[in-house]
């Protein structure tokens, strides 16, 4: 059974930092490109970083470039967001997903494979 299961948000004060992380079951991480997505209610789901499967090329939303970093461990089939000075405006849920062929973050319907989620709030 595929599974990808989110943890590390929490609530942390602007300008500080949190590491998401993603593991996955049931399928080889290393063989998708995978990447990290979020949704504040009421808005359509956006794309924050991926990085592919092929050459491990790195992709990143404009508004987060700089401040966030995406990384995969092969040997323990997580995948990783770093996330530094955070600011209110990231308050949102965290998605990671996985697709076999789409290096993209903006073309969100090409990801087949999708975790529940886990909540991120930044605070002044």
């Known amino acids: 059974q595929v599974q990808l299961v989110e943890s590390g948000g929490g609530l942390v004060q602007a300008g500080g930092s949190l590491r998401l992380s993603c593991t996955a079951s049931?399928?080889?991480?290393?063989?998708?490109?995978i990447g990290w997505f979020r949704q504040a209610p009421g808005k359509e789901r956006a794309g924050v970083s991926c990085?592919?499967?092929?050459?491990?090329?790195?992709y990143f939303g404009d508004s987060v470039k700089g401040r966030f970093t995406i990384s995969r461990d092969n040997a323990g089939n997580t995948l990783y967001l770093q996330m530094n000075n955070l600011q209110p405006n990231d308050t949102t849920v965290y998605f990671c997903a996985a697709n076999e062929y789409a290096n993209t973050i903006t073309e969100i319907e090409k990801y087949d494979y999708w975790g529940r989620g886990t909540q991120v709030t930044v605070y002044y």
């Open positions: 990085i592919s499967s092929s050459d491990d090329t790195t």
């Open positions: 049931g399928f080889t991480l290393d063989a998708f490109t």
